[in-house]
């Protein structure tokens, strides 16, 4: 008989932490929706714990954190090593730099059946050296399967990273419907000063000099030109914070913009957004933010970049723009604005494509078929 047929699949997810991002979110939805009957998942995070460690507990996801550094890669390799051979997992799942090196040499030295790669990224910030390359090559006999989360990575994968297209599978991500309500309410960002009449911009991203802060409030100093009663809502926290906060103010837009720091009421405040803004120039790929703005009913203007095409039908759920252009984003938020009826039309759509296309139970049905099919082969 199949051992699956006897006892569900053992998946052990190595990640570097669940500090609060959207691949981070990703392990924290998927694994505790996963079928019970089917998969027993649990997690390792070779650092700290992270913000999002909690919620594992919560959902009865066995999960550990190792507390190691970069510089502690032997110890955490020892580490996994112990942990695989005690928990024997199916199928080892790796996302993030150190996670993917690191948790595949273990699951090798452990004897772990299966070994994934889960990519959330279309590039790297910045290149990987020829040691990393060299590994990545090695590991790939060992390697099992690739996952991405959009069609646009499969190039990236291919060419830049040297992966086998055969190994590929696309499984995109996908929120719950039901924990975003659609309405307009501005009651949790009343506390930063936004009235009933203003009409808010909004950005959910971590403060990282890749999300291109810099050109969202270059345009949003052409906006508040021509609307006097915009305010610009910026959530989510990160090393760019300070010069964001700088740059607010010589633009002399202090009275316009809030930089709310990171929240846990993200789909409250999103009611309280007219329009979402995505502005990153690079490595965008299925942005969990996006998803969630679409799910609230937020027409949303991006930069066409990664895997923000395959989200957003320009013209129809919101639109696209050039990455580092803030005139072209200034105008299209111009025109979402400007009709409130058109705006309502393209939230109502972007709701329906989440509906339809993009639900985290068909996120996650995609994801137990593949992983049952990575096992099974």
């Not at 112990?82 to 090196?101: F, I, K, L, S, W």
């Not at 052409?222 to 906060?245: H, Y």
Request: hydrophobic share 45%.
């Amino acid at each position: 008989m199949n051992p699956r047929q006897r006892r569900p699949i053992r998946v052990l997810y190595v990640v570097p932490d669940l500090r609060v991002g959207g691949a981070e979110r990703h392990v924290t939805t998927l694994l505790p929706n996963l079928d019970r009957a089917r998969f027993e998942p649990s997690v390792i995070c070779i650092g700290e714990e992270g913000s999002l460690f909690a919620e594992l507990g919560a959902a009865g996801v066995p999960a550990q954190a190792l507390h190691r550094t970069k510089h502690q890669a032997a110890a955490a390799l020892r580490d996994l090593v112990r942990a695989m051979r005690r928990q024997r997992p199916d199928v080892v799942v790796t996302r993030g730099y150190n996670a993917e090196a690191l948790g595949r040499i273990a699951a090798w030295c452990a004897r772990v059946p299966k070994a994934i790669v889960w990519v959330h990224n279309c590039g790297d910030v910045e290149p990987r050296g020829r040691f990393r390359a060299v590994t990545d090559r090695i590991l790939d006999r060992r390697t099992s399967a690739y996952f991405g989360v959009a069609q646009a990575q499969i190039r990236y994968m291919v060419e830049d990273l040297g992966y086998p297209e055969s190994k590929i599978r696309v499984i995109y991500n996908g929120v719950d419907p039901s924990a975003f309500a659609t309405g307009d309410d501005r009651t949790a960002a009343m506390d930063f000063g936004i009235g009933e009449q203003d009409v808010v911009v909004g950005i959910v991203a971590a403060l990282r000099p890749e999300k291109d802060h810099a050109t969202f409030l270059r345009a949003a100093r052409q906006v508040a030109d021509r609307l006097p009663s915009a305010k610009f809502l910026i959530v989510g926290d990160g090393p760019e914070r300070g010069r964001i906060e700088s740059l607010v103010g010589e633009l002399g837009l202090d009275d316009r913009v809030i930089v709310a720091g990171s929240r846990p009421d993200v789909a409250a405040l999103l009611r309280a957004m007219d329009v979402v803004v995505l502005s990153s120039y690079s490595v965008e790929c299925f942005p969990m933010a996006l998803l969630e703005a679409m799910a609230a009913a937020r027409p949303a203007v991006c930069t066409s970049v990664g895997g923000i095409p395959e989200l957003i039908v320009d013209g129809k759920t919101g639109y696209l723009v050039p990455p580092r252009d803030p005139d072209r984003l200034a105008e299209r938020l111009l025109v979402v604005l400007a009709d409130v009826p058109a705006r309502k039309q393209m939230g109502a759509a972007a709701r329906a494509r989440v509906d339809t296309e993009f639900s985290l139970r068909m996120s996650i049905s995609a994801a137990e078929l593949a992983m049952e099919e990575v096992v099974d082969q």
